[in-house]
């Protein structure tokens, strides 16, 4: 019988982690543990309030499914049991993730193996995002950080700060590779795309990519928007677990997978293959995570053309040191995580 077990985790961020939403300071992610006599995996849930998620549901969540997760033998077993109950994404990820890493130690078996993805390079590119701040503070928090050793930098914006922000990074780091990121701060595609004509003009500016500036709900606008805009389209809140990938791809260019939305592994890679089929390029990204989420996430990173998994440099203790940063690439341990 497997013994399943659950923790919260306390986790104070380097500065203030504001987006379009909301802001923070700390983030509190939940560990899950199952284990045998002989073997023990580990996943992690990084609760979204975009998405109705909190600590307290997850934790009440898993309290409710504990006697039937100890009858589990067998991963798709697990599946019909999550599909049954659905809880919220970031646990059932937890979940599965906790028990395909217990599988793959028991088995002595890499996770790509297990689930017949390709093995990630040995590093790993990645962007690092720059949350919403007082222009004034760009400059400042560009050198604190150095963020010159990143290949592509995200730029989370607003529409009060949006323009001000990208002209300090321009101005600082001319020509380097800029991912704007609107969390769903516009509401009218006609005002997005005036937006659009200013940041093309700033000297400097090296935009690439535009992520999810409108509400997921406003399909029409982004079908509108999709021919129109300079940059390619990425869809981030409006595909989480499940989407209509046919109209998906009349909307955006550009997939981002994450894991926390995607409910696990199994369905992180049903959403990359259906989003390729449809014609979309695939990107993985990721919430404030350890690098216990974003050593799982890497696992499916082969699959994947951009990786935005710059969560867990966002932590200012990260405690588990499964993966690492050099220049802007992300190394991860080889062998599955074993927490202690």
Same mark, same amino acid.
């Given at each position: !019988?497997?013994h $399943?077990?659950?923790?919260?985790?306390?986790?104070?961020l380097?500065?203030t982690w504001?987006i379009?939403r909301?802001a923070?300071?700390?983030?509190?992610?939940?560990?899950?543990?199952?284990?045998?006599d002989?073997a023990?995996? $580990?996943g992690? #849930?990084?609760?979204?309030?975009?998405y109705g998620e909190?600590?307290g &549901?997850?934790?009440?969540?898993?309290e409710q499914?504990q006697?039937?997760?100890?009858?589990v033998s067998?991963?798709?077993?697990?599946? @019909?049991l999550l599909?049954?109950t659905?809880?919220?994404?970031?646990?059932r990820? #937890?979940?599965?993730?906790a028990?395909?890493?217990?599988l /793959?130690?028991q088995?002595?078996?890499a996770v790509p193996a297990?689930? =017949?993805v390709p093995?990630? %390079?040995?590093?790993?590119?990645?962007?690092?995002?720059?949350?919403i701040?007082?222009?004034g503070?760009v400059?400042?928090?560009? +050198?604190?950080?150095? %963020? /010159?050793?990143?290949?592509?930098?995200?730029v989370?914006v607003n529409? +009060? %700060? =949006?323009?001000?922000l990208l002209r300090?990074?321009?101005?600082r780091l001319p020509?380097?590779p800029v %991912?704007i990121?609107g969390?769903?701060? $516009?509401?009218?595609a006609d /005002?997005?795309?005036?937006?659009?004509?200013?940041v093309q003009a700033?000297?400097?500016?090296?935009?690439?990519l535009?992520?999810?500036?409108l509400p #997921?709900a406003?399909?029409?606008?982004?079908r509108? &928007?999709r021919p129109?805009?300079p940059?390619p389209?990425i869809?981030d809140?409006?595909?989480?677990?499940?989407?209509?990938f046919?109209?998906i /791809?009349?909307q955006f260019h550009?997939?981002? !997978?994450k894991l !926390?939305? @995607?409910?696990?592994? *199994?369905?992180?890679i049903?959403? *990359?293959?259906? #989003?390729?089929?449809h014609?979309l390029r695939?990107?993985?990204?990721?919430m404030?995570?350890?690098?216990?989420?974003i050593?799982?996430?890497?696992q499916?990173?082969?699959?994947?053309e951009i990786?935005?998994l710059?969560?867990l440099l966002?932590?200012?203790?990260e405690p588990?040191g499964?993966?690492q940063e050099e220049?802007g690439? &992300?190394l991860?341990?080889?062998a599955?995580p +074993? &927490?202690?």
């Amino acid at each position: !019988m497997l013994h $399943w077990s659950i923790r919260s985790l306390e986790l104070p961020l380097r500065f203030t982690w504001k987006i379009s939403r909301n802001a923070s300071d700390a983030k509190t992610n939940l560990i899950v543990r199952v284990a045998d006599d002989a073997a023990a995996g $580990w996943g992690e #849930a990084a609760p979204n309030v975009r998405y109705g998620e909190s600590p307290g &549901l997850l934790l009440a969540q898993f309290e409710q499914l504990q006697p039937a997760l100890a009858r589990v033998s067998s991963l798709p077993d697990l599946t @019909a049991l999550l599909d049954a109950t659905a809880p919220a994404h970031a646990l059932r990820f #937890a979940l599965e993730s906790a028990y395909v890493h217990w599988l /793959a130690r028991q088995r002595g078996q890499a996770v790509p193996a297990l689930l =017949g993805v390709p093995a990630p %390079l040995p590093a790993v590119s990645t962007a690092f995002t720059l949350p919403i701040m007082e222009p004034g503070q760009v400059a400042a928090f560009i +050198e604190q950080h150095g %963020l /010159a050793r990143f290949p592509i930098l995200k730029v989370k914006v607003n529409q +009060e %700060l =949006g323009l001000d922000l990208l002209r300090e990074v321009a101005r600082r780091l001319p020509g380097r590779p800029v %991912l704007i990121d609107g969390n769903e701060a $516009w509401t009218e595609a006609d /005002a997005l795309l005036r937006f659009c004509e200013q940041v093309q003009a700033l000297p400097g500016l090296n935009a690439q990519l535009l992520e999810q500036p409108l509400p #997921a709900a406003h399909a029409a606008d982004y079908r509108y &928007l999709r021919p129109r805009s300079p940059w390619p389209l990425i869809a981030d809140e409006s595909v989480t677990d499940a989407a209509d990938f046919e109209d998906i /791809a009349r909307q955006f260019h550009v997939l981002n !997978m994450k894991l !926390m939305k @995607a409910g696990g592994y *199994l369905n992180g890679i049903r959403l *990359l293959n259906q #989003a390729r089929a449809h014609g979309l390029r695939t990107m993985i990204g990721c919430m404030v995570e350890t690098s216990l989420g974003i050593w799982s996430a890497l696992q499916l990173s082969g699959l994947c053309e951009i990786c935005d998994l710059d969560g867990l440099l966002i932590i200012r203790d990260e405690p588990f040191g499964l993966v690492q940063e050099e220049q802007g690439r &992300l190394l991860a341990q080889a062998a599955v995580p +074993e &927490l202690g």
